[in-house]
């Protein structure tokens, strides 16, 4: 009985001695993962930071880039007014152009040239030829050389055949490459090309930006164009873009729709439906989603002003 008891008072320090330690080592596993826990989460927080600022910075980057808008003027009668487009694309330029159309199918020569309109001088970079109004190059120099060779315009030509006659030309203003501030904001809702305008857009169209100016609680100007249109070509040169380039407000979008050429889409096709269009340059104002007005007569630039500054107080 003694030796029982003896072995039994051995036997129950070494289960205490082996409980505590099963315990010591459990609360070591457990400090030990929750440190790797702690750690783990740490280094995802790290890395989420890490690429929130990167993401940050890609942003601010994006703001700092700016487009150049160049206005082209009609030369020589021709009524091919419009605008070029600079765009930084990873170093380079990419230089899109959208006047009125001239002859139809024809190629008309482009360049950015030395010098200042309306009397450039040597071709410094030649362009893709812009034909039925458009065109679009990729320059292998960045913006920012093109800026250190100023004075430079856009000029575009005639035709190969009348490559003396110059039809349209715009400086590139150092004042427009400068990196964009805080204020600047106008047009950044919007994707297509701007062909008018510095506080109110006048686009040309496309659906997205049709869709967002109709949501919007702006007043929509919709021009209904035709490229072998004489009467469009003059009112738009004459008239629908020089009253864009003078609106100060930022509550009017213009969109310049084509209708019956051979640029007109399926969506312009069924504006012009919608809206009962009769014929070329006819006019509808749109605002709220309603239409407030819809006229087909040729208008001058202080018609435009008129009738744009009237809808707006409507």
């Not at 320090?13 to 596993?29: D, F, N, R, T």
């Not at 457990?30 to 927080?45: A, F, H, L, R």
């Not at 109004?133 to 035709?159: C, F, Q, R, W």
Request: hydrophobic share 40%.
């Amino acid at each position: 009985m003694k030796n029982n008891y003896s072995e039994k008072g051995f036997a129950i320090p070494v289960i205490i001695a082996i409980i505590a330690a099963v315990l010591v080592l459990s609360g070591v596993i457990y400090y030990t993962n929750q440190s790797q826990t702690g750690n783990d989460k740490m280094t995802q927080e790290k890395a989420m930071m890490e690429k929130e600022a990167m993401e940050q910075k890609e942003k601010d980057a994006m703001m700092e880039k700016k487009d150049v808008v160049v206005t082209l003027s009609a030369q020589n009668n021709s009524g091919q007014s419009g605008q070029a487009t600079l765009s930084d694309i990873n170093g380079k330029t990419k230089v899109v152009i959208n006047v009125a159309s001239g002859a139809v199918d024809v190629a008309q020569p482009a360049h950015i040239h030395m010098g200042a309109c309306p009397n450039p001088g040597a071709v410094a970079y030649p362009l893709a030829n812009v034909v039925n109004g458009k065109s679009e190059t990729i320059l292998d120099v960045s913006i920012e050389t093109l800026k250190s060779k100023l004075p430079l315009a856009v000029n575009t030509h005639k035709s190969s055949a009348d490559i003396k006659i110059y039809v349209s030309c715009g400086d590139i203003l150092s004042e427009a490459m400068m990196k964009k501030t805080e204020g600047e904001t106008i047009m950044t809702k919007y994707t297509g090309t701007v062909l008018a305008g510095k506080s109110a857009p006048l686009l040309d169209y496309n659906k997205a930006d049709y869709d967002a100016a109709i949501a919007s609680d702006n007043l929509v100007v919709l021009y209904f164009y035709a490229n072998w249109c004489p009467i469009c070509k003059t009112e738009i040169a004459n008239a629908l873009y020089p009253a864009f380039n003078e609106l100060t407000t930022d509550k009017v979008v213009g969109i310049r729709v084509s209708y019956k050429d051979n640029e007109t889409d399926s969506d312009e096709k069924a504006l012009a439906v919608q809206y009962g269009i009769p014929y070329q340059h006819t006019k509808v104002f749109l605002k709220n989603g309603k239409q407030i007005l819809k006229a087909p007569d040729s208008w001058n630039k202080m018609r435009y002003l008129d009738e744009i500054n009237k809808a707006i107080t409507q």
